[in-house]
């Protein structure tokens, strides 16, 4: 029984180990009809593959932004030398997914309450951010992050920042779809961080929503739906 399931484990890694990252970037995912989101949370593999599980979301894809270096390596990041943070680019289909839903996907992902880092991995290479692309994405995330402060779900004040979008990098190959190249390595390192416990003990049975359901709705007119703001209640009602 034994040798069966480690038969059984080796397959499983070999067949995650010839994943093919896709290749997608700005210019392709304008001719499908996709928009793009920049977010920060802490180590990068769990906010791509928190990502990629999201129902409309195309790609995610593993990177650095906020810094000074261009095309800064991993090594120098991780080592705090050029102001980046690990990052995630996520081609999303706004037909599907909103910009409010990917929110939403992100404050179960990560801790927006830690400026100085994401769980044990510490440092301003880890530190959390919204990267907004355009006006009406830096007013979505506006509100959003004064909803979820008022929410009082949290024992600190949310001080995840929201930043203008500068450039991205694309991080090194090994990197994309790591927890599906390294499945068990990754179950290890994020039981360790502690993320995923805290993000539990957060939500709890609203940790697992439909994503899909939050939008974007008058936004242009200053205006939003109680029923995207109730989601950020701890004891929402529902209408």
Same mark, same amino acid.
């Given at each position: 029984?034994?040798?069966?399931? /480690?038969?059984?484990?080796?397959?499983?890694?070999?067949?995650?180990?010839?994943?093919?990252?896709?290749?997608?970037?700005?210019?392709? +995912?304008?001719?499908?009809?996709?928009?793009?989101?920049?977010? +920060?949370?802490?180590?990068? /593999?769990?906010?791509?593959?928190?990502?990629?599980?999201?129902?409309?979301?195309?790609?995610?894809?593993?990177?650095?932004?906020?810094?000074?270096?261009?095309?800064?390596?991993?090594?120098?990041?991780?080592?705090?030398?050029? !102001?980046?943070?690990?990052?995630?680019?996520?081609?999303?289909?706004?037909?599907?997914?909103?910009?409010?839903?990917?929110?939403?996907?992100? /404050?179960?992902?990560?801790?927006?309450?830690? +400026?100085?880092?994401?769980?044990?991995?510490?440092?301003?290479?880890?530190?959390? +951010?919204?990267?907004?692309?355009?006006?009406?994405?830096?007013?979505?995330?506006?509100?959003?992050?004064?909803?979820?402060?008022a929410s009082g779900r949290y024992d600190k004040p949310v001080t995840i920042e929201l930043v203008p979008f500068d450039k991205f990098y694309r991080a090194e190959a090994y990197h994309q779809d790591y927890y599906k190249k390294n499945p068990v390595?990754?179950?290890?390192?994020?039981?360790?961080?502690?993320?995923?416990?805290?993000?539990?003990?957060? /939500?709890?049975?609203?940790?697992?929503?439909?994503?899909?359901?939050?939008?974007?709705?008058?936004?242009?007119? !200053?205006?939003?739906?109680?029923?995207?703001?109730?989601?950020?209640?701890?004891?929402?009602?529902?209408?």
């Amino acid at each position: 029984m034994k040798i069966m399931v /480690w038969v059984g484990i080796l397959t499983l890694l070999a067949g995650c180990s010839s994943t093919v990252v896709e290749d997608i970037g700005p210019t392709q +995912a304008k001719q499908q009809g996709l928009e793009v989101a920049t977010f +920060a949370g802490g180590c990068f /593999w769990c906010v791509e593959a928190g990502f990629e599980e999201i129902p409309g979301v195309k790609a995610a894809v593993s990177g650095y932004s906020g810094g000074r270096e261009s095309n800064p390596s991993y090594r120098q990041v991780a080592l705090g030398k050029t !102001g980046h943070t690990e990052s995630v680019q996520v081609y999303y289909d706004p037909e599907i997914i909103s910009y409010s839903g990917l929110l939403q996907a992100l /404050w179960r992902i990560m801790d927006p309450t830690d +400026a100085g880092g994401q769980f044990h991995d510490r440092g301003a290479q880890y530190r959390p +951010a919204i990267f907004y692309h355009n006006e009406k994405q830096r007013r979505i995330a506006e509100r959003a992050k004064t909803a979820l402060a008022a929410s009082g779900r949290y024992d600190k004040p949310v001080t995840i920042e929201l930043v203008p979008f500068d450039k991205f990098y694309r991080a090194e190959a090994y990197h994309q779809d790591y927890y599906k190249k390294n499945p068990v390595r990754y179950q290890f390192y994020t039981f360790n961080s502690g993320r995923y416990q805290f993000v539990d003990e957060v /939500w709890g049975e609203q940790r697992h929503v439909e994503f899909t359901q939050f939008r974007d709705d008058g936004i242009e007119d !200053g205006t939003i739906r109680d029923r995207d703001m109730s989601h950020f209640e701890i004891n929402p009602q529902v209408p």
